[in-house]
């Protein structure tokens, strides 16, 4: 008698109890990475729980691990990618091998990007890379956003799960002004500049690929979670801390 089996599932393999990790995010942001991209040759164990989630299409081939000490975007060339690794989910990253850079202020985990100019770090597009990398747990706990003022916000606090409260949309690139348009007339899709009542300026960012992007803007008085990240708003001079959402429960009445 023959039998045979297949397994379809496209989950990873899941590890009961992960790796320890030997050293803590912001250790490998200070003591590794430094300011300047790096090929990690050691053998570098961090552990942390997933903060984002493709699901509502906002992130797109990325996840970004967390731990008690700061965050890393892990460059998973992979999707979708919510049911391999849902937020809450225990990771250990094996990172021998990995090429470290910034973008955006986030410190980004992949492969050497070959001849770009722009950053040094590429997705690990095949299964065997990322499953060497990304090793999953059991455990499925997700993180609560840490609330900030606007004001408070470091450049080393890039990569994780925060909260802003109490801020007003005053500005969006979903709209043409020179046509009449206003805040009346804006959607999600693309930057919002929101302020608090401190006068502090805060963007969040919404792909036009993401499911609510065409919801329209809200102009009450939010709080908003999503990854901290810092660069160009709008693609212009000004620079400020942005927010990318997940869902769009993530944008709540205060």
């Keep these: 008698m023959l039998v045979g089996c297949y397994n379809s599932s496209d989950k990873p393999y899941i590890i009961p109890t992960i790796e320890e990790a030997n050293l803590s995010i912001s250790n490998l942001r200070s003591d590794v990475v430094g300011n300047r ?3 990690i040759n050691d053998d570098i164990v961090v552990r942390g729980r997933v903060t984002s989630s ?6 797109y081939r990325t996840i970004f691990v967390e731990d008690a000490t700061g965050a890393v975007e892990v460059m998973v060339g992979l999707s ?9 989910v225990e990771v250990a990253l094996h990172l021998r091998g990995c090429r470290a850079d910034y973008w955006r202020g986030v410190l980004q985990i992949g492969v050497e990007a070959l001849g770009s100019t ?18 999953r747990g059991a455990d499925v ?11 408070d916000l470091r450049r080393e606090m890039c990569g994780r799960l925060v909260r802003v409260e109490d801020i007003t949309a005053v500005a969006s690139t979903s709209i043409d002004t020179l046509a009449g348009q206003s805040l009346r007339d804006a959607y999600w899709r693309g930057s919002a500049m ?18 609510f992007a065409n919801a329209a803007l ?8 999503g990854i901290l990240e810092w660069g160009s708003y709008a693609g212009g001079a000004k620079e ?8 769009e429960k993530d944008c709540a009445v205060y």
Excluded: Q
């Excluded at 979708?80 to 809450?88: A, D, I, R, T, V």
């Excluded at 706990?141 to 004001?151: F, G, K, M, T, Y």
């Excluded at 929101?194 to 499911?211: L, N, P, Q």
């Design 240 to 247: 400020c801390y942005h927010l990318t959402m997940r869902y």
């Design 54 to 59: 493709d699901r509502e299409d906002n992130f």
């Design 194 to 211: 929101f302020k608090d009542s401190r006068g502090d300026s805060i963007a969040v960012e919404v792909s036009d690929y993401a499911r």
């Design 118 to 135: 722009v950053n040094s770090v590429d997705y690990i597009t095949s299964r065997e890379g990322v499953d060497r990398v990304v090793r």
């Design 37 to 39: 991209a790096v090929t």
């Design 141 to 151: 706990s997700p993180l609560r956003p840490e609330v900030v003022n606007i004001s």
């Design 80 to 88: 979708p990618l919510y049911s391999l690794y849902p937020e809450g």
């Design 218 to 225: 809200p102009l009450w008085p939010v709080s908003v979670t």
